[in-house]
């Protein structure tokens, strides 16, 4: 059954670089029918989407996270990872790394939505 | 940017049926996914593409949509169907642009 563990430290000071990875286990990452993506939840408040990644390497970032993100993936070791740079506080929240199918909508969008999330990471921007 | 609309929470006595909708102008023209996100946990998904159910997901959770407003509806809402719900969906001018609700509190009690 297919597994999504994120790993990272739980602590980072601001300005610094958040750096997340997500190991998937029991499904290859180097497939065409998934994109494999980041989404965030600050405590108590609502999910966002961060990005996603394609197991050749393209990317599709947040419009309002753009400026900061840099996604990646490793398919020898089965894993993909973002950063977030110049962290503040505003970036403190649960990290989810999820399996994203994509599809061609109506009008020839490629649309995307998680169907299988890892249990979360909890990151902390803070002094 | 675009946004999806719910109502910040719904409450029902157990055995109701409970409604959480989800307005956005795309609607019409994207597919509707729904999350439930129970305490500490993290969101799975209980409705697909509009109103399919993944499986093993209770016959009671159905999803529907008529213009610009989708609607999740628990049918004989139980105790542990208490949870926040999300509607997923995208914006119609554009790829990969996904968005979440934000999010309906469903008490049960």
């Known amino acids: 059954q297919l597994q999504l563990q994120e790993s990272g430290p739980g602590l980072v000071k601001p300005s610094e670089t958040l750096s997340l990875t997500c190991n998937v286990s029991?499904?290859?990452?180097?497939?065409?029918?998934?994109?494999w993506g980041w989404i965030r939840q600050p405590p108590g408040k609502g999910l966002e989407c961060i990005g996603s990644i394609f197991y050749t390497g393209s990317t599709h970032y947040n419009p309002s996270l753009k400026s900061r993100v840099t996604m990646s993936v490793d398919t020898s070791k089965n894993q993909f990872s973002v950063k977030l740079r110049s962290v503040t506080a505003a970036d403190t929240a649960v990290y989810y790394c999820a399996r994203l199918p994509w599809h061609y909508d109506a009008s020839g969008y490629q649309t995307t939505w998680p169907d299988t999330w890892g249990r979360g990471t909890l990151v902390t921007v803070s002094s | 940017s675009y946004e999806l609309t719910q109502p910040p929470s719904v409450s029902v006595s157990p055995g109701q049926t409970a409604k959480i909708t989800c307005s956005g102008d795309?609607?019409?023209?994207?597919?509707v996914y729904w999350y439930q996100q129970k305490s500490g946990l993290a969101p799975v998904v209980v409705i697909f593409?509009?109103?399919k159910r993944p499986s093993g997901m209770p016959e009671r959770f159905s999803g529907s949509k008529s213009g610009t407003v989708a609607t999740l509806t628990i049918s004989g809402a139980q105790v542990e169907d208490e949870a926040d719900y999300y509607c997923?969906?995208?914006?119609?001018?554009?790829?990969?642009?996904?968005?979440f609700g934000g999010g309906t509190k469903l008490t049960v009690l």
């Open positions: 997923y969906s995208s914006d119609s001018t554009s790829s990969h642009s996904g968005v």
């Open positions: 795309a609607l019409p023209k994207k597919f």
């Open positions: 593409e509009d109103g």
């Open positions: 029991a499904a290859s990452i180097s497939t065409s029918s998934f994109y």
